[in-house]
């Protein structure tokens, strides 16, 4: 059977999801270096034959679960800016993709918060980053595609962002999303665009 068979497979799906979830949740517990296969399969109600199917050690299933939910996000995410579409910036109002972005976060927010946090995954945070930067690189380029009319070099800009937006997810999730999707979407485009001030302090 081809991967891409498999893929289709729903119930190669829900294997795969119930073994990604006792990955996430005995992270969240014991630590990644504490865990077995053993650990897995018994939280997962599998067996380890089953487990060895899909994937070839517990590091090969981090790595996959990394990878998978991290295309899903870019995905969610990947719809053009600018283009065909109008948007008014100046209003304010979230575009879509940064509503969609915050959407996938919560969808894996169990997954996502253990990710982001545990100390031995920085792959995870260094890829998340790079989606980021991409994501905001497109967005700025949207806005304004001229060098010249930016304070500031355009990849310093971008990883200001990119980091800040970071942070705020990292809170948002540890703080059990205490915002919406899209009123999350709805601060970051404001402060990204205007700042944290309604007027100016700098101009009274």
């Keep these: ?23 996430v949740e005995l992270i969240r517990e ?29 590091h090969d299933l981090l ?37 969609h972005l915050f959407e996938q976060i919560s ?18 945070t260094s890829s998340m980053i790079d989606i980021l930067v991409d994501f905001i690189s497109k967005g700025i380029n949207s806005i304004e595609p001229d060098d010249q009319m930016l304070t500031i070099p355009r990849e310093v800009a971008e990883r200001y962002y990119a980091y800040a937006f970071l942070g705020v997810i990292i809170w948002w999730l540890k703080e059990d999303m205490p915002y919406t999707p899209k009123y999350m979407a709805t601060l970051l485009m404001r402060i990204a665009i205007k700042g944290p001030y309604v007027d100016n302090p700098f101009l009274n």
């Design 1 to 23: 059977m081809s991967k891409k068979t498999q893929k289709l497979d729903p119930r190669v799906i829900r294997t795969r999801q119930m073994l990604r979830d006792a990955l």
């Design 30 to 58: 014991r630590g990644y270096e504490k865990i077995t296969i053993q650990d897995i399969t018994s939280r997962a109600t599998l067996n380890r034959a089953t487990f060895y199917l899909h994937y070839r050690d517990k």
């Design 63 to 99: 790595c996959q679960s990394s990878d998978d939910i991290l295309k899903d996000l870019t995905e969610s995410i990947n719809l053009s800016f600018g283009g065909k579409e109008e948007f008014d910036f100046s209003s304010y109002q979230p575009h879509k993709n940064f509503i």
């Design 107 to 124: 969808l894996n927010s169990k997954l996502y918060t253990v990710f982001l946090t545990e100390k031995n995954m920085p792959h995870f």
